[in-house]
């Protein structure tokens, strides 16, 4: 009997075209439209954050894939299914950019958007070039995308305001470093307040991150701690969990509101030395660091410290400075023109501080508050706010 070969073709192609369709449904795609602009290249990236500090960071992770803008917006990747969960960033850049991790940051032109991918889960995502970030969009979203898209409109919200209060600050007022502090306060607390709320892991890192994308959690490692606190109960073996939480290792970290000031011996001013906790207030002590040459520390000395001083010593509450001087002369004039008589310290070796470099503390000014027993309860306090704790405390 002959066989139809013919029949055993179409058969076979059939079979084949079965496994490719299956093969197919197995990769997870991302598509959808972007609307180009003038200046911008026709190409899309998606880059894997390695670790924690690649994400939203500039000229860090690991390029996947790359795809052409067709002419009518269109593009599509198709990655091979991983069955895990995995964050990436989609990204595109301008004429003439030899990177393809170069990340803007202003909210005009922030050029790349977070995404989440789920195995088995396609992506709808579309923008326009010149403003990637503002107008993106992903259909039928899912939790992960709905809080990275709510996180957008938090950031951009927050850096508008941070970026118009700036503008009005004038760098040559002996205020504004306190001023650029202030404002800077505020853009980070709605980003931290969405980072300690939202259900997604993902979001949160992202929110983390732009709360600070230089990696600098000096002024709020309280908040970085209780990420990793809050992550690696839920997540312990996540690879970005356990590099957070690193970062938040308390060695690494300054001291923190809850912490037990360290008892050191200090350089006092008639060239003694004398330990932190024999110069402790009787309730409640103010640790500052300042110096002769930083203006508004100097405007908060005459103006905040001098008068809460003179009202609150004999109710328990006690100053001692640590100044970062390096000309014993000059830091004197400073105390006796600021009429700074309280207990005050200083190595005088400039930026070279012992005593900073055991708090893990880089910038001034900067101050801690301890009770009797040299526990913080409360830091960098100042102007009013720092008054009103002080004789809010005093008379518990």
């Known amino acids: 009997m002959k066989k139809n070969w013919l029949g055993v073709s179409a058969a076979f192609a059939i079979i084949l075209f079965s496994i490719f369709a299956a093969q197919c449904q197995t990769r997870t795609g991302i598509r959808g439209k972007i609307e180009m602009a003038p200046g911008w290249k026709s190409v899309l990236y998606l880059i894997e954050p390695v670790n924690f500090s690649d994400i939203s960071a500039s000229y860090s992770g690991r390029l996947v894939d790359s795809t052409i803008i067709l002419p009518d917006g269109s593009f599509v990747f198709q990655l091979p299914e991983s069955g895990q969960i995995k964050l990436y960033q989609l990204c595109i850049q301008k004429t003439g950019s030899r990177f393809f991790n170069k990340l803007e940051d202003t909210p005009e032109e922030r050029n790349f958007f977070p995404i989440v991918m789920q195995p088995g889960t396609p992506i709808q995502f579309y923008s326009k070039a010149d403003q990637f970030l503002s107008q993106a969009r992903i259909e039928q979203p899912s939790p992960d995308h709905r809080a990275l898209m709510q996180l957008r409109d938090v950031w951009m919200a927050a850096q508008t305001n941070f970026q118009e209060t700036v503008r009005n600050i004038d760098d040559a007022d002996e205020n504004a470093i306190l001023a650029h502090e202030t404002a800077l306060e505020r853009y980070r607390a709605s980003l931290m307040a969405f980072a300690d709320t939202t259900q997604s ?11 600070s994308p230089e990696n600098d959690y000096e002024r709020i490692p309280e908040f970085l701690a209780s990420q990793c606190r809050r992550w690696q109960a839920i997540y312990p073996g996540e690879p970005y969990t356990l590099h957070l939480c690193q970062m938040a290792h308390p060695a690494q970290l300054p001291v923190m509101v809850g912490d037990v000031m360290p008892n ?19 309730k409640l002590t103010l640790i500052d660091l300042w110096a002769s040459w930083c203006a508004p520390c100097r405007k908060e000395n005459r103006e905040v410290l001098v008068p809460l001083y003179q009202e609150t010593k004999d109710k328990g509450f006690q100053i001692v400075g640590y100044a970062l001087d390096s000309n014993e002369k000059g830091w004197k004039a400073a105390i006796a023109k600021d009429q700074a008589l309280w207990p005050q310290s200083s190595h005088l070796q400039g930026d070279v501080s012992p005593f900073l470099d055991l708090l893990r503390i880089r910038t001034i000014p900067a101050n801690f508050l301890l009770d009797s027993q040299g526990r913080v309860v409360a830091k960098n306090l100042h102007g009013e706010e720092l008054s009103a704790l002080v004789r809010a405390y005093l008379e518990k």
């Not at 892991?201 to 709360?211: C, D, E, K, P, S």
């Not at 011996?265 to 207030?281: A, F, I, N, R, V």
């Open 201 to 211: 892991f993902y979001a949160a890192l992202v929110a983390i991150r732009w709360v």
């Open 264 to 282: 050191v011996e200090l350089p006092m001013m008639d060239g003694k030395t004398d330990s932190l906790y024999h110069l402790l207030g009787p």
